[in-house]
């Protein structure tokens, strides 16, 4: 499980047990263009929740100096759109991991 850096040293986090990566502006630079793309290609949808629709409605970003992207207003929340860039990344990269096998 990826988290935000600002959670990673959460009493509640901490009390689930579960192992989390801490994530933070870096990895949401580079996830913010995957997801960008696969919305605008109709490969990404959510549920319709109204939270993250708003959010998905809301949040601009802005390009980085390293390429990436970053939410253009501090004022406005984007949690759920920088969780979803960071599993959605994820995914991306656990799917383009060679499948290893041997040959005898």
């Known amino acids: 499980m990826r988290i ?3 959670l990673a ?3 509640a986090h901490e009390a689930t047990g579960v192992e989390a990566e801490r994530v933070g502006t870096a990895q949401t630079y580079a996830a913010l263009p995957l997801v ?3 919305l605008r290609t109709g490969q990404l949808c959510h549920s319709g929740d109204e939270a993250m ?4 409605g809301t ?3 802005v390009p980085t100096s390293t390429g990436g992207l970053t939410p253009a207003h501090k ?3 984007s949690d759920l759109v920088k969780a979803t860039a960071w599993a959605v990344h994820a995914a991306a990269e656990v799917a ?3 499948i290893g096998f041997f040959v005898y």
């Open 75 to 77: 004022g406005v929340r």
């Open 96 to 98: 383009a991991e060679p």
């Open 4 to 6: 935000g850096a600002s």
């Open 53 to 56: 629709a708003e959010q998905f």
């Open 36 to 38: 960008r793309s696969l």
């Open 9 to 11: 040293e959460d009493e």
């Open 59 to 61: 949040v601009r970003v």
